[in-house]
């Protein structure tokens, strides 16, 4: 855990969020400033800055990220139209909080590409 990191502090409850989704390894809650009507973020209950930082150990923890994610999506009916999974990683890439997460995007359609 990083004592400066949102996600982080969201974890330790030490800021609200509405959490949709948690198992041992990661959680998934909703975004503060939704882009589309479902916007969920899910990251890992362990710190790791970004993409470009994972392990080879970290490598269990994102696949069980994306396991989590379909069965979310799946759970709320989100896989009949679709939806999109973003990670931004760095500041070129639009990355704003340097712990990993995942954006869960439904509930419209995306266009390509995007932005």
């Known amino acids: 855990m990083s004592e400066s990191c949102i996600f982080c502090k969201i ?3 030490e800021i609200p969020s509405e959490i949709v989704f948690e ?3 990661s959680i998934g809650f909703s975004d503060r400033f939704p882009v589309s009507p ?3 973020l899910f990251i890992p209950k362990k710190h790791i800055e970004s993409l470009d930082k994972l ?3 970290d490598s ?3 696949g069980r990220i994306f ?3 379909s069965k979310f999506a799946r759970e709320k009916g989100l896989n009949g139209d679709g939806y999109r999974v973003v990670n931004n990683m760095g500041s070129n890439g639009g990355q704003t909080v340097f712990h990993i997460h ?3 995007l439904a509930g419209r359609a ?3 590409p995007p932005g």
């Open 38 to 40: 479902t916007h969920v």
């Open 60 to 62: 269990g923890v994102v």
């Open 23 to 25: 198992d041992e390894v």
């Open 110 to 112: 995306h266009a390509w």
């Open 67 to 69: 396991m989590n994610i």
């Open 102 to 104: 995942f954006h869960l």
């Open 11 to 13: 974890l330790n409850k």
């Open 55 to 57: 392990t080879e150990e």
